[in-house]
């Protein structure tokens, strides 16, 4: 898998269903989960709704419970959350973006993705992070408008790449 998938899985022991990210293996025990992998993000996220799992990579392995999420670095550290936000975590599957804490390029990865455009930053953007739902049917414009409201950064669309301007706008 590259990039995020949904996963509703009922365990079979002489099946086993595997999903492979890279050299790391997520191995369905009967479960609704979900796994986020783009190659840009700081780590790895499975995030599990019911059931069990069991992450592995060539060195170690976690098994996860409902309603954790285990992220793995590019340098293989696990971290394990407890109580994770997992229902957010498929926010996408509802036609939603989430964010929770998320700083204005992790945000903007996000519509990246959805929206297919290039980012062009103009300058070094400040600290601060995004908490809430933004409905993915809304064009790219309504999401700019709303997120340029709540940052000091100048967000302009131009031929369809999305720059971004350091500093306080206002």
Do not use: C
């Amino acid at each position: 898998l590259k990039g995020e998938g949904y996963f509703e899985v009922k365990g079979n022991a002489s099946k086993p269903f595997k999903v492979m990210v890279g050299d790391k293996t997520v191995e369905v025990l009967g479960t609704r989960f979900s796994v986020n992998a783009y190659t840009e993000e700081r780590y790895m996220k499975t995030s599990l709704l019911e059931g069990k799992l069991k992450v592995s990579t060539p060195n170690k392995a976690q098994l996860l419970e409902p309603g954790q999420q285990l992220r793995i670095g590019k340098d293989e550290t696990f971290r394990l959350i407890s109580n994770a936000k997992v229902e957010a975590e498929i926010s996408w599957t509802n036609g939603l973006f989430y964010f929770n804490n998320e700083d204005l390029p992790a945000v903007l990865r996000q519509l990246t993705r959805w929206y297919q455009v290039e980012v062009v930053y103009h300058g070094a953007i400040g600290p601060e992070t995004f908490t809430g739902y933004i409905s993915r049917e809304l064009p790219l414009g309504d999401v700019l408008e709303s997120i340029s409201s709540m940052t000091q950064a100048k967000l302009e669309l131009q031929e369809g790449k999305l720059h971004v301007y350091a500093g306080n706008k206002r």
